[in-house]
């Protein structure tokens, strides 16, 4: 029996194969030091080349501008939530006081389109209390769970957001989560906001999947276990004059503040330094593909023939609108909880794992990320007719 696991789970998740076996062979010598990368010093020379390799790789394909710094966090994209608040609403009290408007209400908007997004709006929410001298208020502009029968799934034309008017009221920043991985909604653009408003995005998810404008962002961020590598790194790209100094407004812990990441390289303490090492791998995978561009079209060929199965059945259903499916998680249902239980125990039983859905939610999940090879998804497909054929 063949030893080879079809993974489709939704993070930590598949890695490349050949990026494994690079890391197989240098796991005891890496670069020629004699060292493992996890014995190496995160200040010697040989890991300080790894670092500046991955950040260069990382800029390369994501084409980001000269003006943003690329950061190393840990705590995982949820740590995030915290860091985003603390950092932009203290650039916006800084700005209010250095026009003379200290006191001043703050707006965050938020656009809320599932679970992480909801989660990142009530960190928000939490974190209030500890702004001290302006009043802050999270502001939901899109909240689809309310307005959509109490289900996600969907995604409101932009004529219908409510978000706030900057011309009116202090927005220290629109936050977004790009793709939905336990609810499969993915925005299928960049959203429209004032540009004078730092848009952030969550991309943990479909992190360097498609091509994406850094331009048009003041933050993007995301945890690499999904689509760069093992858990353990943050990848944070942070436009330049966002950055504020720790003793500028909310009281902070030292390594949520981005600009104390910045000034340090990354490296005030010490790093994730294997799960950098794996992400820059992984970078170097991406490049031979033929970059974002390329992994791109490989991952709408997955995804497209995977929702064809879905929509040409009578068995398995979408609770997704078309218009913002995802292309790396896959969420369906099918017509009975006992169906989905035959279903899995079927899939296991042909090596096809983690395609559970979310405990919150149910159902069955394929995350198809850009790990995962085209014949695993053909694989996964051609079990699904069998089983559809099977209990017509």
């Known amino acids: 029996m063949s030893t080879y696991a079809l993974n ?29 990368v996890m014995e190496l010093s995160h200040r010697s020379k040989p890991f300080g080349a790894i670092l500046e390799k991955t950040k260069k790789d990382l800029r390369k394909l994501m084409d980001i501008p000269s003006n943003y710094s690329i950061l190393f966090m840990q705590g995982g994209a949820t740590t995030e939530f915290a860091s985003v608040f603390y950092n932009l609403v203290a650039k916006k009290q800084q700005e209010l006081k250095e026009a003379g408007k200290e006191g001043e209400e703050i707006v965050v908007d938020y656009l809320v389109t599932g679970a992480w997004s909801s989660k990142a709006a009530q960190e928000a929410e939490r974190l209030i209390p500890t702004v001290i001298g302006n009043r802050v208020r999270v502001n939901r502009a899109v ?17 219908e957001w409510e978000l ?18 336990v609810h499969g909604v993915e925005f299928q653009s960049i959203p429209k906001v004032d540009p004078s408003v730092p848009l952030v995005t969550d991309v943990s998810s479909n992190f360097l999947s498609r091509p994406i404008d850094v331009s048009q962002f003041g933050i993007v961020y995301g945890g690499a276990q999904k689509n760069l590598g093992p858990a353990g790194v943050t990848i944070v790209i942070v436009r ?17 503040d981005f600009k104390t990441a910045a000034d340090n390289d990354s490296m005030y303490n010490t790093p ?7 992400v820059g791998l992984t970078l170097e995978w991406l490049i031979e593909q ?7 079209k490989a991952n709408n060929r997955k995804a497209e023939k995977l929702y064809k199965v879905i929509d040409e059945s009578k068995v398995y259903t979408s609770p997704v609108a078309k218009d913002c499916r995802s292309h790396m998680n896959v969420v369906f249902n099918l017509k009975t909880e006992e169906l989905e239980k035959e279903f ?29 090879p085209e014949e695993d998804v053909d694989a996964l497909i051609e079990y699904m007719i069998e089983f559809e054929n099977k209990h017509k």
């Open 8 to 36: 489709f789970g939704a993070g930590p998740a598949k890695i490349p194969q050949s990026v494994l076996l690079k890391a197989q062979k240098e796991f005891l010598n890496v670069h020629g030091t004699g060292m493992s």
């Open 143 to 159: 909240n689809v769970k309310q307005k959509n029968g109490g289900k996600f799934g969907t995604i409101p034309p932009e004529s």
């Open 164 to 181: 706030t008017d900057p011309k009116k009221h202090h927005v220290a920043y629109v936050y977004y989560c790009d793709n939905e991985t």
């Open 240 to 256: 330049n004059d966002l950055l504020v100094d720790l003793n500028v407004g909310p009281i902070r812990p030292l390594m949520l």
């Open 272 to 278: 994730p330094t294997f799960a950098i090492y794996m």
């Open 290 to 296: 033929g970059g974002l561009e390329g992994i791109q």
């Open 344 to 372: 899995l125990k079927g899939a296991e039983e042909r090596n096809m794992h983690q395609l559970k859905g979310h405990r919150s939610v149910g159902g069955v999940r394929a995350s198809i990320y850009n790990a995962l």
